[in-house]
Protein backbone atom coordinates (compact mmCIF):
# COMPACT_ATOMS: atom_id res chain seq x y z
CA UNK A 1 0.00 0.00 0.00
CA UNK A 2 0.81 3.36 -1.41
CA UNK A 3 0.60 6.52 0.75
CA UNK A 4 -2.92 6.00 2.26
CA UNK A 5 -5.99 7.83 1.26
CA UNK A 6 -8.78 9.26 3.52
CA UNK A 7 -7.43 12.26 5.12
CA UNK A 8 -9.94 14.55 5.94
CA UNK A 9 -8.97 18.00 7.08
CA UNK A 10 -11.41 20.88 8.58
CA UNK A 11 -9.65 24.18 8.61
CA UNK A 12 -10.76 26.75 10.95
CA UNK A 13 -14.72 26.32 10.42
CA UNK A 14 -17.47 28.48 11.46
CA UNK A 15 -20.92 27.78 11.64
CA UNK A 16 -23.46 30.24 12.68
CA UNK A 17 -27.31 29.52 12.55
CA UNK A 18 -29.67 32.34 11.91
CA UNK A 19 -31.75 33.38 15.32
CA UNK A 20 -35.51 32.62 15.53
CA UNK A 21 -36.57 36.54 15.98
CA UNK A 22 -35.13 39.01 13.40
CA UNK A 23 -32.98 41.22 15.87
CA UNK A 24 -31.45 38.43 18.29
CA UNK A 25 -27.74 37.69 17.74
CA UNK A 26 -27.30 34.27 15.44
CA UNK A 27 -26.60 31.18 17.40
CA UNK A 28 -22.85 30.56 16.73
CA UNK A 29 -22.99 26.94 16.92
CA UNK A 30 -18.88 26.26 15.97
CA UNK A 31 -16.32 29.09 15.86
CA UNK A 32 -12.78 28.06 14.71
CA UNK A 33 -12.56 24.41 14.43
CA UNK A 34 -9.84 22.62 12.99
CA UNK A 35 -9.29 19.02 12.61
CA UNK A 36 -7.27 16.30 11.01
CA UNK A 37 -8.38 12.86 10.58
CA UNK A 38 -4.69 11.22 8.99
CA UNK A 39 -5.41 8.06 6.21
CA UNK A 40 -6.77 4.97 7.99
CA UNK A 41 -7.00 6.57 12.08
CA UNK A 42 -9.61 6.50 13.89
CA UNK A 43 -10.47 9.91 15.63
CA UNK A 44 -13.08 10.18 18.40
CA UNK A 45 -14.77 13.25 18.70
CA UNK A 46 -16.03 14.11 22.17
CA UNK A 47 -17.57 17.02 23.93
CA UNK A 48 -20.68 18.27 25.66
CA UNK A 49 -24.16 18.03 24.66
CA UNK A 50 -24.85 21.22 22.33
CA UNK A 51 -21.03 21.30 21.19
CA UNK A 52 -22.11 21.60 17.63
CA UNK A 53 -20.50 18.03 17.12
CA UNK A 54 -23.20 16.77 15.17
CA UNK A 55 -22.87 19.80 13.02
CA UNK A 56 -19.09 19.49 12.60
CA UNK A 57 -20.03 15.82 11.33
CA UNK A 58 -22.56 17.65 8.70
CA UNK A 59 -20.48 20.30 7.62
CA UNK A 60 -17.51 17.27 6.89
CA UNK A 61 -20.34 14.98 5.06
CA UNK A 62 -20.61 18.26 3.00
CA UNK A 63 -24.52 18.51 4.07
CA UNK A 64 -23.95 22.04 5.80
CA UNK A 65 -22.15 24.46 4.17
CA UNK A 66 -19.85 26.38 6.75
CA UNK A 67 -19.98 30.70 7.06
CA UNK A 68 -16.17 30.18 7.09
CA UNK A 69 -13.40 27.94 6.86
CA UNK A 70 -13.18 24.77 4.61
CA UNK A 71 -13.18 20.58 4.56
CA UNK A 72 -10.98 19.16 2.31
CA UNK A 73 -10.20 15.51 1.69
CA UNK A 74 -7.28 14.37 0.41
CA UNK A 75 -6.61 17.90 -0.99
CA UNK A 76 -9.81 18.13 -2.64
CA UNK A 77 -12.73 20.34 -0.85
CA UNK A 78 -15.68 18.84 0.26
CA UNK A 79 -18.88 21.37 -0.41
CA UNK A 80 -21.41 18.61 -1.15
CA UNK A 81 -22.51 15.52 -0.30
CA UNK A 82 -19.61 13.12 -1.61
CA UNK A 83 -19.36 9.51 -2.52
CA UNK A 84 -15.79 9.34 -1.05
CA UNK A 85 -17.21 10.05 2.88
CA UNK A 86 -19.74 7.66 4.24
CA UNK A 87 -21.96 9.03 6.94
CA UNK A 88 -23.88 6.90 9.62
CA UNK A 89 -26.49 8.74 11.74
CA UNK A 90 -27.46 8.70 15.06
CA UNK A 91 -30.66 6.47 14.09
CA UNK A 92 -30.67 3.99 11.42
CA UNK A 93 -32.82 5.79 9.16
CA UNK A 94 -33.78 2.81 6.94
CA UNK A 95 -36.52 2.69 4.69
CA UNK A 96 -38.88 0.40 6.09
CA UNK A 97 -40.20 -0.83 3.05
CA UNK A 98 -37.49 -2.22 1.46
CA UNK A 99 -35.77 -5.34 2.65
CA UNK A 100 -32.13 -5.18 4.54
CA UNK A 101 -30.61 -5.98 1.25
CA UNK A 102 -32.08 -3.13 -0.72
CA UNK A 103 -31.67 -1.06 1.94
CA UNK A 104 -27.58 -1.69 1.82
CA UNK A 105 -27.44 -1.31 -2.03
CA UNK A 106 -29.59 1.23 -1.58
CA UNK A 107 -26.75 4.41 -2.51
CA UNK A 108 -25.82 2.15 -5.46
CA UNK A 109 -29.27 1.94 -6.59
CA UNK A 110 -29.14 5.88 -6.58
CA UNK A 111 -25.63 5.77 -8.78
CA UNK A 112 -27.05 3.75 -11.21
CA UNK A 113 -25.21 0.60 -10.57
CA UNK A 114 -26.74 -2.17 -12.55
CA UNK A 115 -28.85 -5.26 -10.81
CA UNK A 116 -25.89 -7.91 -10.99
CA UNK A 117 -23.04 -5.70 -9.84
CA UNK A 118 -25.33 -4.11 -6.83
CA UNK A 119 -25.55 -8.28 -5.48
CA UNK A 120 -21.80 -8.78 -6.28
CA UNK A 121 -20.99 -5.97 -3.52
CA UNK A 122 -23.72 -6.95 -1.43
CA UNK A 123 -22.55 -10.60 -1.24
CA UNK A 124 -19.19 -9.13 -0.31
CA UNK A 125 -20.10 -6.60 2.24
CA UNK A 126 -22.96 -8.48 3.99
CA UNK A 127 -20.59 -10.63 5.93
CA UNK A 128 -18.19 -7.53 7.13
CA UNK A 129 -21.40 -6.69 9.02
CA UNK A 130 -22.51 -9.86 10.49
CA UNK A 131 -25.57 -9.87 8.39
CA UNK A 132 -25.73 -12.37 6.05
CA UNK A 133 -28.94 -14.14 7.34
CA UNK A 134 -30.68 -10.63 7.60
CA UNK A 135 -30.43 -9.91 3.91
CA UNK A 136 -34.47 -11.11 3.30
CA UNK A 137 -35.53 -9.23 6.42
CA UNK A 138 -37.38 -5.96 6.75
CA UNK A 139 -36.13 -3.34 9.26
CA UNK A 140 -39.28 -4.06 11.32
CA UNK A 141 -37.93 -7.30 11.91
CA UNK A 142 -34.19 -7.03 13.39
CA UNK A 143 -33.13 -5.68 16.52
CA UNK A 144 -31.56 -1.87 17.55
CA UNK A 145 -28.20 -3.83 16.96
CA UNK A 146 -28.80 -4.86 13.26
CA UNK A 147 -30.40 -1.75 12.12
CA UNK A 148 -27.45 0.09 13.09
CA UNK A 149 -24.81 -2.96 11.25
CA UNK A 150 -27.41 -2.34 8.15
CA UNK A 151 -26.90 1.03 8.06
CA UNK A 152 -23.14 0.93 8.62
CA UNK A 153 -23.05 -1.77 5.57
CA UNK A 154 -25.01 1.23 3.81
CA UNK A 155 -22.71 3.79 4.80
CA UNK A 156 -19.53 1.41 3.85
CA UNK A 157 -21.77 0.29 0.27
CA UNK A 158 -19.67 2.14 -2.09
CA UNK A 159 -16.23 1.81 -0.20
CA UNK A 160 -15.75 5.39 1.25
CA UNK A 161 -12.32 6.55 2.08
CA UNK A 162 -14.08 8.12 5.39
CA UNK A 163 -16.74 7.11 7.53
CA UNK A 164 -18.04 9.58 9.40
CA UNK A 165 -20.15 8.74 12.25
CA UNK A 166 -22.29 10.47 14.16
CA UNK A 167 -23.34 8.81 17.97
CA UNK A 168 -24.08 5.13 16.06
CA UNK A 169 -24.38 3.34 19.15
CA UNK A 170 -26.04 5.55 21.79
CA UNK A 171 -29.42 3.95 21.47
CA UNK A 172 -27.50 0.18 22.10
CA UNK A 173 -27.41 -1.21 25.77
CA UNK A 174 -23.81 -1.15 27.80
CA UNK A 175 -22.83 -4.97 26.45
CA UNK A 176 -24.10 -4.54 22.35
CA UNK A 177 -22.13 -1.51 22.70
CA UNK A 178 -18.97 -2.69 23.92
CA UNK A 179 -18.53 -5.24 21.34
CA UNK A 180 -19.97 -2.79 18.20
CA UNK A 181 -17.08 -0.65 19.21
CA UNK A 182 -14.50 -3.76 18.67
CA UNK A 183 -16.27 -4.78 15.75
CA UNK A 184 -15.67 -1.11 14.28
CA UNK A 185 -12.39 -1.63 15.06
CA UNK A 186 -12.53 -4.79 13.26
CA UNK A 187 -14.01 -2.97 10.56
CA UNK A 188 -11.40 -0.35 10.08
CA UNK A 189 -8.62 -3.11 9.82
CA UNK A 190 -10.92 -4.56 7.02
CA UNK A 191 -11.91 -1.62 4.92
CA UNK A 192 -9.01 0.69 5.47
CA UNK A 193 -11.31 3.95 5.63
CA UNK A 194 -10.58 6.78 8.02
CA UNK A 195 -13.34 7.29 10.48
CA UNK A 196 -14.53 9.83 12.64
CA UNK A 197 -16.70 9.02 15.67
CA UNK A 198 -18.75 11.58 17.06
CA UNK A 199 -19.56 10.60 21.22
CA UNK A 200 -20.14 11.53 24.53
CA UNK A 201 -18.79 8.42 25.89
CA UNK A 202 -15.44 8.45 27.07
CA UNK A 203 -14.92 4.69 27.72
CA UNK A 204 -16.08 4.53 24.29
CA UNK A 205 -13.91 7.06 22.81
CA UNK A 206 -10.47 5.04 24.31
CA UNK A 207 -11.80 1.76 23.35
CA UNK A 208 -12.01 2.47 19.54
CA UNK A 209 -9.54 5.93 18.94
CA UNK A 210 -6.47 6.53 18.40
CA UNK A 211 -7.03 9.90 19.43
CA UNK A 212 -9.67 11.52 21.20
CA UNK A 213 -10.68 15.36 20.32
CA UNK A 214 -12.54 17.02 22.82
CA UNK A 215 -14.44 20.17 22.12
CA UNK A 216 -15.33 23.01 24.06
CA UNK A 217 -19.37 24.04 24.74
CA UNK A 218 -20.96 25.76 22.35
CA UNK A 219 -19.55 27.84 20.23
CA UNK A 220 -17.65 24.68 19.59
CA UNK A 221 -13.79 24.13 18.50
CA UNK A 222 -10.98 21.87 19.91
CA UNK A 223 -9.81 22.28 23.47
CA UNK A 224 -7.09 19.54 23.50
CA UNK A 225 -6.46 16.23 22.04
CA UNK A 226 -5.78 13.10 23.62
CA UNK A 227 -3.46 10.03 22.20
CA UNK A 228 -4.62 6.89 22.98
CA UNK A 229 -1.10 4.49 22.45
CA UNK A 230 -2.54 1.42 22.82
CA UNK A 231 -1.97 -0.93 20.26
CA UNK A 232 -4.49 -2.90 18.06
CA UNK A 233 -6.30 -4.97 18.04
CA UNK A 234 -7.76 -4.13 21.23
CA UNK A 235 -10.25 -5.79 23.56
CA UNK A 236 -12.11 -5.05 26.32
CA UNK A 237 -9.64 -5.19 28.62
CA UNK A 238 -8.05 -2.10 27.33
CA UNK A 239 -11.00 -0.87 29.97
CA UNK A 240 -9.57 -1.83 32.96
CA UNK A 241 -5.86 -0.97 32.52
CA UNK A 242 -4.14 1.79 33.71
CA UNK A 243 -3.36 3.63 30.33
CA UNK A 244 -7.75 4.02 30.44
CA UNK A 245 -8.33 5.84 33.07
CA UNK A 246 -5.07 8.32 32.72
CA UNK A 247 -6.38 8.86 29.36
CA UNK A 248 -10.29 9.32 31.24
CA UNK A 249 -8.79 11.94 33.84
CA UNK A 250 -7.05 14.02 31.07
CA UNK A 251 -10.03 13.70 28.75
CA UNK A 252 -12.56 14.69 31.98
CA UNK A 253 -10.36 17.53 32.69
CA UNK A 254 -10.52 18.89 29.30
CA UNK A 255 -14.30 18.46 28.97
CA UNK A 256 -15.76 22.09 30.64
CA UNK A 257 -18.19 20.25 32.15
CA UNK A 258 -21.74 21.54 32.98
CA UNK A 259 -23.56 18.20 33.20
CA UNK A 260 -22.06 14.46 33.70
CA UNK A 261 -21.03 12.72 30.61
CA UNK A 262 -20.48 9.31 29.77
CA UNK B 1 -54.18 -27.11 21.08
CA UNK B 2 -53.52 -28.89 17.68
CA UNK B 3 -57.28 -29.93 17.31
CA UNK B 4 -57.20 -25.92 16.30
CA UNK B 5 -57.19 -26.24 12.23
CA UNK B 6 -57.02 -22.42 12.31
CA UNK B 7 -53.84 -22.39 13.46
CA UNK B 8 -52.09 -25.22 11.69
CA UNK B 9 -48.75 -23.63 9.85
CA UNK B 10 -48.95 -25.55 6.82
CA UNK B 11 -47.51 -23.66 3.67
CA UNK B 12 -49.67 -25.17 0.73
CA UNK B 13 -52.11 -22.53 -1.01
CA UNK B 14 -55.15 -24.52 -1.08
CA UNK B 15 -55.30 -24.35 2.55
CA UNK B 16 -53.92 -20.77 3.15
CA UNK B 17 -57.09 -19.70 0.52
CA UNK B 18 -59.57 -21.86 2.75
CA UNK B 19 -58.17 -20.10 5.95
CA UNK B 20 -58.78 -17.06 3.98
CA UNK B 21 -62.17 -17.76 2.53
CA UNK B 22 -62.95 -18.75 6.42
CA UNK B 23 -61.89 -15.38 7.67
CA UNK B 24 -64.57 -13.55 5.66
CA UNK B 25 -67.28 -15.90 7.24
CA UNK B 26 -68.29 -12.30 9.42
CA UNK B 27 -69.32 -10.63 6.13
CA UNK B 28 -71.50 -13.56 5.42
CA UNK B 29 -73.42 -13.31 8.78
CA UNK B 30 -73.70 -9.44 8.41
CA UNK B 31 -75.44 -10.00 5.14
CA UNK B 32 -77.59 -12.73 6.43
CA UNK B 33 -78.45 -10.72 9.51
CA UNK B 34 -79.66 -7.68 7.22
CA UNK B 35 -81.95 -10.05 4.64
CA UNK B 36 -83.74 -11.47 7.84
CA UNK B 37 -84.02 -7.75 9.69
CA UNK B 38 -85.17 -6.72 6.55
CA UNK B 39 -88.13 -9.67 6.16
CA UNK B 40 -88.94 -8.99 9.79
CA UNK B 41 -89.84 -5.55 9.20
CA UNK B 42 -91.75 -6.73 5.91
CA UNK B 43 -93.80 -9.52 7.59
CA UNK B 44 -94.57 -7.29 10.88
CA UNK B 45 -95.26 -4.60 9.34
CA UNK B 46 -97.35 -4.83 6.77
CA UNK B 47 -95.88 -2.59 4.35
CA UNK B 48 -97.31 -3.06 0.61
CA UNK B 49 -94.85 -3.87 -1.86
CA UNK B 50 -94.60 -0.12 -3.02
CA UNK B 51 -93.15 1.27 -0.21
CA UNK B 52 -90.91 -1.87 0.77
CA UNK B 53 -90.80 -5.02 -1.04
CA UNK B 54 -89.66 -8.10 0.69
CA UNK B 55 -86.18 -9.73 0.27
CA UNK B 56 -86.68 -12.66 -1.86
CA UNK B 57 -89.00 -10.15 -4.47
CA UNK B 58 -85.86 -7.92 -5.00
CA UNK B 59 -83.47 -10.53 -4.85
CA UNK B 60 -86.14 -12.26 -7.69
CA UNK B 61 -86.59 -8.82 -9.60
CA UNK B 62 -82.83 -8.60 -9.70
CA UNK B 63 -81.74 -11.96 -11.03
CA UNK B 64 -84.43 -11.05 -13.94
CA UNK B 65 -83.45 -7.75 -14.33
CA UNK B 66 -80.05 -8.69 -15.12
CA UNK B 67 -80.99 -11.89 -16.85
CA UNK B 68 -83.25 -9.94 -19.77
CA UNK B 69 -81.04 -7.10 -19.90
CA UNK B 70 -82.86 -4.60 -18.14
CA UNK B 71 -79.34 -3.26 -15.51
CA UNK B 72 -76.91 -4.26 -17.62
CA UNK B 73 -76.57 -1.32 -20.36
CA UNK B 74 -77.28 1.48 -17.81
CA UNK B 75 -74.68 -0.68 -15.09
CA UNK B 76 -71.95 -0.29 -18.18
CA UNK B 77 -72.43 3.65 -18.35
CA UNK B 78 -72.10 3.67 -14.93
CA UNK B 79 -69.29 1.75 -14.48
CA UNK B 80 -67.67 3.92 -17.33
CA UNK B 81 -68.49 6.96 -15.74
CA UNK B 82 -66.68 5.75 -12.62
CA UNK B 83 -63.56 4.29 -14.02
CA UNK B 84 -62.85 7.64 -16.39
CA UNK B 85 -64.03 10.15 -13.70
CA UNK B 86 -61.76 8.25 -10.78
CA UNK B 87 -58.94 8.07 -13.21
CA UNK B 88 -59.30 11.46 -14.00
CA UNK B 89 -60.02 13.00 -10.23
CA UNK B 90 -57.45 11.07 -8.50
CA UNK B 91 -54.49 11.49 -11.49
CA UNK B 92 -55.28 15.52 -10.97
CA UNK B 93 -55.50 15.06 -7.20
CA UNK B 94 -52.17 13.38 -6.85
CA UNK B 95 -50.45 16.01 -9.27
CA UNK B 96 -52.16 18.79 -7.29
CA UNK B 97 -51.43 17.11 -3.84
CA UNK B 98 -47.45 16.87 -4.45
CA UNK B 99 -47.59 20.42 -5.44
CA UNK B 100 -49.35 21.73 -1.96
CA UNK B 101 -47.33 19.26 -0.17
CA UNK B 102 -43.88 20.93 -1.60
CA UNK B 103 -44.62 24.61 -1.79
CA UNK B 104 -46.03 27.10 0.85
CA UNK B 105 -46.42 29.55 -2.29
CA UNK B 106 -49.05 27.38 -4.23
CA UNK B 107 -50.89 25.95 -0.80
CA UNK B 108 -51.43 29.49 0.15
CA UNK B 109 -52.90 30.41 -3.37
CA UNK B 110 -54.74 27.29 -3.82
CA UNK B 111 -55.99 26.27 -0.88
CA UNK B 112 -59.20 28.42 -0.20
CA UNK B 113 -60.40 27.63 -3.68
CA UNK B 114 -59.97 24.43 -2.69
CA UNK B 115 -62.38 24.14 0.38
CA UNK B 116 -64.66 26.42 -1.43
CA UNK B 117 -65.05 24.31 -4.25
CA UNK B 118 -65.49 21.46 -1.59
CA UNK B 119 -68.06 23.49 0.52
CA UNK B 120 -70.65 24.03 -2.19
CA UNK B 121 -72.31 20.39 -2.44
CA UNK B 122 -71.61 18.26 -5.97
CA UNK B 123 -75.27 18.52 -6.47
CA UNK B 124 -76.09 21.47 -6.56
CA UNK B 125 -72.66 22.36 -9.44
CA UNK B 126 -74.41 18.81 -11.15
CA UNK B 127 -77.01 21.34 -13.08
CA UNK B 128 -74.32 23.53 -13.93
CA UNK B 129 -71.73 21.26 -14.98
CA UNK B 130 -74.43 19.42 -17.17
CA UNK B 131 -75.48 22.58 -18.94
CA UNK B 132 -71.81 23.38 -19.82
CA UNK B 133 -70.64 20.13 -20.40
CA UNK B 134 -73.81 18.49 -22.44
CA UNK B 135 -75.84 15.02 -22.01
CA UNK B 136 -73.40 13.02 -22.92
CA UNK B 137 -70.83 11.45 -20.95
CA UNK B 138 -68.23 14.28 -20.31
CA UNK B 139 -70.40 16.08 -17.88
CA UNK B 140 -70.41 12.92 -15.04
CA UNK B 141 -67.01 12.22 -16.01
CA UNK B 142 -66.07 15.50 -14.89
CA UNK B 143 -68.35 15.59 -11.91
CA UNK B 144 -66.92 12.14 -10.96
CA UNK B 145 -63.94 13.47 -11.21
CA UNK B 146 -64.59 16.56 -9.02
CA UNK B 147 -65.66 14.31 -6.25
CA UNK B 148 -62.87 12.22 -6.21
CA UNK B 149 -60.32 14.94 -6.62
CA UNK B 150 -60.49 16.57 -3.32
CA UNK B 151 -59.95 13.47 -0.87
CA UNK B 152 -57.16 12.27 -2.86
CA UNK B 153 -55.57 15.85 -3.06
CA UNK B 154 -55.65 16.13 0.68
CA UNK B 155 -54.50 12.56 1.40
CA UNK B 156 -51.64 13.05 -1.28
CA UNK B 157 -50.67 16.45 0.54
CA UNK B 158 -50.34 14.83 4.34
CA UNK B 159 -48.72 11.16 2.91
CA UNK B 160 -46.32 13.47 1.32
CA UNK B 161 -45.38 15.82 4.18
CA UNK B 162 -45.14 13.00 6.39
CA UNK B 163 -42.40 11.84 4.70
CA UNK B 164 -39.73 11.09 7.54
CA UNK B 165 -37.10 14.30 7.35
CA UNK B 166 -34.56 12.30 8.24
CA UNK B 167 -35.01 10.24 5.15
CA UNK B 168 -35.03 12.85 2.82
CA UNK B 169 -31.73 14.19 4.46
CA UNK B 170 -30.52 10.54 3.86
CA UNK B 171 -31.18 10.84 0.07
CA UNK B 172 -29.23 14.07 0.15
CA UNK B 173 -26.28 13.15 1.64
CA UNK B 174 -26.62 10.26 -0.91
CA UNK B 175 -26.75 12.95 -4.22
CA UNK B 176 -30.34 11.58 -4.58
CA UNK B 177 -31.79 13.64 -7.71
CA UNK B 178 -35.15 15.24 -7.74
CA UNK B 179 -36.51 11.94 -9.37
CA UNK B 180 -35.06 9.77 -7.29
CA UNK B 181 -36.65 11.59 -4.18
CA UNK B 182 -39.65 11.17 -5.53
CA UNK B 183 -39.54 7.67 -6.35
CA UNK B 184 -37.77 5.80 -4.15
CA UNK B 185 -38.70 8.22 -0.90
CA UNK B 186 -41.19 10.38 -1.37
CA UNK B 187 -43.87 7.84 -2.84
CA UNK B 188 -43.56 4.30 -1.17
CA UNK B 189 -43.56 6.85 2.28
CA UNK B 190 -47.35 8.59 1.07
CA UNK B 191 -48.35 5.23 -0.64
CA UNK B 192 -50.54 4.60 2.67
CA UNK B 193 -52.10 7.51 2.94
CA UNK B 194 -52.83 8.06 -1.03
CA UNK B 195 -54.05 4.42 -0.76
CA UNK B 196 -56.38 5.55 2.11
CA UNK B 197 -57.53 8.36 -0.12
CA UNK B 198 -58.09 6.16 -2.99
CA UNK B 199 -60.62 4.14 -1.11
CA UNK B 200 -62.95 7.32 0.22
CA UNK B 201 -62.43 8.49 -3.41
CA UNK B 202 -63.47 5.19 -5.39
CA UNK B 203 -66.64 5.19 -3.38
CA UNK B 204 -67.65 8.85 -3.88
CA UNK B 205 -66.47 8.15 -7.53
CA UNK B 206 -69.88 6.05 -7.77
CA UNK B 207 -72.22 9.54 -5.62
CA UNK B 208 -70.52 11.28 -8.73
CA UNK B 209 -71.74 8.73 -11.28
CA UNK B 210 -75.22 9.16 -9.90
CA UNK B 211 -75.65 12.40 -9.09
CA UNK B 212 -74.11 13.40 -12.60
CA UNK B 213 -76.53 11.20 -14.06
CA UNK B 214 -79.57 12.77 -12.08
CA UNK B 215 -79.11 15.72 -13.75
CA UNK B 216 -80.02 15.13 -17.02
CA UNK B 217 -78.98 11.72 -18.90
CA UNK B 218 -80.53 8.59 -20.90
CA UNK B 219 -78.75 5.97 -19.36
CA UNK B 220 -77.41 5.07 -16.29
CA UNK B 221 -77.87 3.67 -13.16
CA UNK B 222 -79.39 7.10 -11.77
CA UNK B 223 -81.74 6.86 -14.85
CA UNK B 224 -83.05 3.78 -14.21
CA UNK B 225 -83.59 4.83 -10.73
CA UNK B 226 -85.41 7.81 -11.75
CA UNK B 227 -87.02 4.98 -14.31
CA UNK B 228 -88.18 2.67 -11.91
CA UNK B 229 -89.57 4.87 -9.33
CA UNK B 230 -91.65 7.30 -11.91
CA UNK B 231 -92.71 5.74 -15.51
CA UNK B 232 -92.12 1.96 -14.76
CA UNK B 233 -93.70 2.24 -10.99
CA UNK B 234 -91.34 -0.76 -10.34
CA UNK B 235 -90.50 -0.58 -6.94
CA UNK B 236 -88.77 -3.79 -6.69
CA UNK B 237 -86.67 -2.70 -9.79
CA UNK B 238 -85.53 0.18 -8.03
CA UNK B 239 -84.68 -1.86 -5.29
CA UNK B 240 -82.73 -4.26 -7.52
CA UNK B 241 -80.75 -1.16 -8.93
CA UNK B 242 -80.21 0.24 -5.54
CA UNK B 243 -78.48 -3.03 -4.75
CA UNK B 244 -76.62 -2.79 -7.95
CA UNK B 245 -75.09 0.13 -7.08
CA UNK B 246 -74.10 -0.85 -3.74
CA UNK B 247 -72.04 -3.68 -5.50
CA UNK B 248 -70.71 -1.84 -8.23
CA UNK B 249 -69.46 0.67 -4.84
CA UNK B 250 -68.07 -2.57 -3.06
CA UNK B 251 -66.30 -4.36 -6.23
CA UNK B 252 -64.98 -0.85 -6.97
CA UNK B 253 -63.70 -0.24 -3.27
CA UNK B 254 -62.30 -4.16 -3.39
CA UNK B 255 -60.51 -3.49 -6.22
CA UNK B 256 -58.17 -0.83 -4.24
CA UNK B 257 -58.14 -2.51 -1.27
CA UNK B 258 -56.54 -5.29 -3.40
CA UNK B 259 -53.89 -3.13 -4.73
CA UNK B 260 -52.85 -1.26 -1.64
CA UNK B 261 -52.75 -5.44 -0.03
CA UNK B 262 -50.47 -5.67 -3.09
CA UNK B 263 -48.33 -2.58 -2.91
CA UNK B 264 -47.75 -2.04 1.05
CA UNK B 265 -49.41 -5.80 2.87
CA UNK B 266 -45.50 -6.73 3.31
CA UNK B 267 -44.56 -3.64 5.50
Not at chain 1, 19 to 30: G, H
Not at chain 1, 213 to 242: C, F, K, N, Q, Y
Not at chain 2, 121 to 139: D, R, T
Not at chain 2, 166 to 194: F, H, K, M, N, Y
Request: with cysteine; glycine share 10%; proline share 6%.
Amino acid sequence: MTARTGRLVADDIRVAFRPAQRNAAPAIALDGLSLDVGGGEIVALIGPNGCGKSTFLRVAAGLLRPERGRVTLDGVGVTAPDPRIGLVFQEPRLLPWRSVADNVTYPLELAGWSRERRAARLAELLPVVGLEAAAALRPVQLSGGMRQRAAIARALVLAPDVLLLDEPFSALDALTRERFNLDLLGLQERTGTSILIVTHSIPEAILVADRVVVMTPRPGRVAAEVRITAPRPRSLALLDEALTSRAAAEIRAHLELGEPVG
Amino acid sequence: MSADPGTIAVGGTPLALGRSLVGLWPIGAAFAAFVIVWKLVVVVSGLPEFILPAPEVVGARLVEAWADGTIAPHAWTTFVEVVLGFTLGAGFGLAVGYALARSVLIERFLSPYLVAAQAVPILALAPLLALWFGPGLLAKVVICGLIVFFPLTIATMVGIRSVDRGLLELGRSLRASRRQVLCTLEIPAALPAILGGLRVGVTLAVVGAIVGEWAGADRGLGVLVNLARGSLFDIPLLFATLATIALLGIACYVVVVLVERRLVGLR
